[in-house]
């Protein structure tokens, strides 16, 4: 079965700071991954996917992922980060080819950017 | 607008007593799935749906059911509530097939439910 572990369940950073949340799954063959993002109060918006070529994702507000297979790894990054940036971040996993329709999703990181 | 509406945005009920959450959504998605959210645990799939008449259960799925008898709507149905069903309630659709570039799943905004 395929499951996603978020390291960090809570990061607290300055604005500007660099931001980096950690994403591991644990199915070993095809996978698309997700990073989804929940502003307070708000439903889940997607901020970036990777489905096949190039393992460096770019995303939507300066956001981007590498996808690293040999580590299992979908880290999320940001170079400098803004107080907007405050909210609950997701990593979800689907594997297309074994588990059609599943989705299983991390169990998320708060973030807190501070002005 | 593209979107996708649940009703109730809460609800508050009685151990046993029969509910359901809509879901619709206006852009024609194929793909529709429904999820739980508890604090610390994330998000968990409770049933999903490829097409029409086309139902499976995610990793939740206990003490709930689905129909699809049409393309747009994707209703939740409690048939006995009870306190552990206390959470917070996302149905999603998808654009494009699953496992194809095109997928993505927009959310709706919630149903926060309590059960006493």
């Known amino acids: 079965a395929q499951s996603v572990s978020q390291h960090n369940h809570h990061v607290i950073l300055s604005e500007a700071a660099s931001l980096e949340l950690g994403c591991n799954y644990s199915y070993g063959g095809t996978v698309n991954l997700f990073w989804y993002v929940q502003y307070p109060g708000q439903h889940l918006q997607l901020l970036l996917k990777?489905?096949?070529?190039?393992?460096l994702v770019k995303g939507i507000k300066g956001f981007e992922a590498e996808f690293i297979k040999s580590k299992f790894s979908f880290n999320l990054r940001k170079p400098s980060v803004q107080w907007s940036d405050t909210a609950e971040y997701f990593c979800?996993?689907?594997?297309?080819?074994?588990?059609?329709?599943?989705?299983?999703f991390g169990d998320g990181t708060t973030l807190t950017v501070k002005p | 607008e593209a979107q996708v509406t649940q009703n109730p945005r809460y609800l508050i009920t009685v151990t046993g007593k029969k509910l359901t959450v809509t879901c619709s959504q206006n852009m024609n998605h194929e793909y529709m799935s429904w999820y739980r959210q508890d604090p610390g645990l994330g998000l968990r799939q409770i049933y999903y749906?490829?097409?029409?008449?086309?139902?499976d259960k995610g990793d939740v799925p206990e003490g709930y059911k689905v129909s699809r008898k049409e393309k747009r709507n994707f209703p939740l149905i409690l048939e006995s509530p009870s306190p552990n069903q206390t959470s917070l309630y996302f149905c999603a659709s998808s654009i494009g097939l699953f496992g194809t570039d095109t997928y993505e799943q927009y959310f709706g905004p919630g149903t926060r439910l309590t059960v006493t």
């Open positions: 749906s490829m097409n029409v008449e086309v139902t």
């Open positions: 990777y489905f096949s070529g190039d393992p």
């Open positions: 979800a996993v689907i594997s297309p080819v074994t588990n059609a329709g599943k989705s299983t």
